[in-house]
C-alpha cells in the first residue's frame, strides 16, 4: 500500500516570498491534516480536513497561511508571504476517518526562509 | 499546564538496559494513545497504539493508567538502532483532536 506522499521534500525561499506545498494522502483516508514541526518540538496541528470540508484550522496564521483540499484528496498549502519563523518541517498526515485510529505521516517538507 | 507532558530527556542508556518513559495527559476526554517513534530527520513513525489498559510487542511494552492519566513506554535489551525520538499522542473524543507531546530524545549507547 502506497503511503503519504508529499512534495517537495525541502524549499529554500527568502522571507516574503510565497511558498506552496503538495500532500497525497492514503488511498480512501477520509481525514488529512497538516502540521508544523519545529526542531525539539511535537508537531503542532494546522489544519484538519475531512474530506474536503476543514475540521478544525484554529492555529493555521489565516493572515499568511492557506490550505485546501478541493476534491477531497490530494492537498495544498500554502504561505504568502513568507517569514523566517516559517522555518520548519512540514508533515501531511492522513486516517481513515479521524477517529481516534492511527495516523500516518508523508515524508514531510523541511523549508527554510532566508 | 500542557495537555500531553514529556520529559525531553536526553535518555543514556548502554545497549542492553531497560529504559522507561512516561507521558502525563490532562484531558480525561482522551480514548486512543500512541507511541510514534521519529528518527532525525524524518517523519513520525507509529511505533504502538494503546486503546485499552496496555500493548505489547517485542521488546516494547506501552501501559496505559486511566486513573493516574499517564501513559509508559518500557523498552527491553536497547539496541543501538532504538536511538530516536519518541512521541506521545493521545487523541481527544471530544475535539477529535490528536494532541502531540514535545518527545523524550532516547540515545542507546555501545
Known amino acids: 500500500e502506497a503511503g503519504v506522499a508529499q512534495s517537495p521534500r525541502y524549499k529554500i525561499i527568502e522571507k516574503r516570498q510565497s511558498v506552496a506545498f503538495w500532500c497525497n494522502p492514503i488511498s480512501g483516508h477520509a481525514t488529512l491534516y497538516w502540521y508544523q514541526q519545529i526542531l525539539g518540538q511535537g508537531p503542532k496541528l494546522l489544519i484538519q480536513f475531512q474530506n474536503n470540508g476543514v475540521v478544525d484550522d484554529s492555529q493555521l496564521p489565516k493572515d499568511r497561511f492557506s490550505a485546501e483540499r478541493l476534491k477531497g484528496v490530494d492537498s495544498t498549502l500554502k504561505i504568502q508571504p513568507a517569514k523566517l519563523e516559517d522555518s520548519a518541517v512540514y508533515l501531511c498526515?492522513?486516517?481513515?476517518?479521524?477517529?481516534?485510529?492511527?495516523?500516518?505521516f508523508g515524508p514531510g517538507t523541511r523549508l527554510l526562509v532566508l | 499546564r500542557k495537555e500531553v507532558e514529556q520529559d525531553p530527556g536526553p535518555f543514556n542508556v548502554p545497549e542492553g538496559a531497560t529504559v522507561a518513559f512516561n507521558c502525563t495527559y490532562s484531558?480525561?476526554?482522551?480514548?486512543?494513545f500512541f507511541w510514534y517513534r521519529q528518527d532525525c530527520r524524518k517523519e513520525p513513525k507509529l511505533l504502538m497504539s494503546v486503546y485499552s489498559s496496555g500493548n505489547e510487542d517485542g521488546r516494547f511494552t506501552a501501559q496505559l493508567n486511566r486513573a493516574s492519566q499517564y501513559i509508559s513506554l518500557l523498552i527491553r535489551d536497547s539496541k543501538l538502532s532504538d536511538s530516536a525520538t519518541y512521541l506521545c499522542?493521545?487523541?481527544?473524543?471530544?475535539?477529535?483532536?490528536?494532541?502531540f507531546g514535545t518527545g523524550t530524545r532516547l540515545k542507546v549507547l555501545a
Open positions: 498526515a492522513s486516517s481513515l476517518e479521524g477517529r481516534g485510529e492511527t495516523q500516518y
Open positions: 499522542v493521545a487523541w481527544d473524543a471530544g475535539t477529535y483532536k490528536y494532541i
Open positions: 484531558n480525561s476526554a482522551s480514548q486512543s
